[in-house]
């Protein structure tokens, strides 16, 4: 599996951006997917995860603000980003990792097999 990453750029503070992540390969449903993100001068952190079945999980910093979603049948992540701050200018990334389980999904980089080169999302003040 490959992903590409797309819909990065440039927000103003409060407003939106949707980030999508197109995988490669048939193997889709059978993946956990997640955001990361990097904001310079800092190690990446876990933003959300979606498992197979849809269940979410979120950093504090984002629930109500941030919504993660799958759609299996396009073989696509996304990521709908709202009330924007500067706060969440970052690199965003996109990780899946293949599991057995339905339910649930990792919150550690290190648990992600595969990445997708990153999207800058910029947020001014």
């Known amino acids: 599996v490959q992903l590409q990453a797309s819909g990065g750029g440039l927000a103003q503070a409060g407003g939106s951006l949707r980030l999508s992540c197109a995988a490669s390969g048939r193997s889709f449903p059978n993946y956990a997917w997640a955001w990361f993100r990097q904001a310079p001068g800092k190690a990446r952190e876990f933003v959300t995860s979606?498992?197979?079945?849809?269940?979410?999980q979120y950093a504090e910093s984002v629930k109500g603000r941030f919504t993660i979603s799958r759609d299996n049948d396009k073989n696509t992540a996304s990521l709908q980003m709202n009330s924007l701050g500067p706060e969440d200018t970052a690199i965003y990334y996109c990780a899946g990792v293949r599991r057995s389980s339905t339910y649930t999904a990792p919150s550690r980089a290190a648990e992600y097999a595969v990445w997708g080169q990153g999207t800058l999302v910029t947020v001014s003040s």
């Open positions: 979606i498992s197979r079945n849809g269940v979410t």
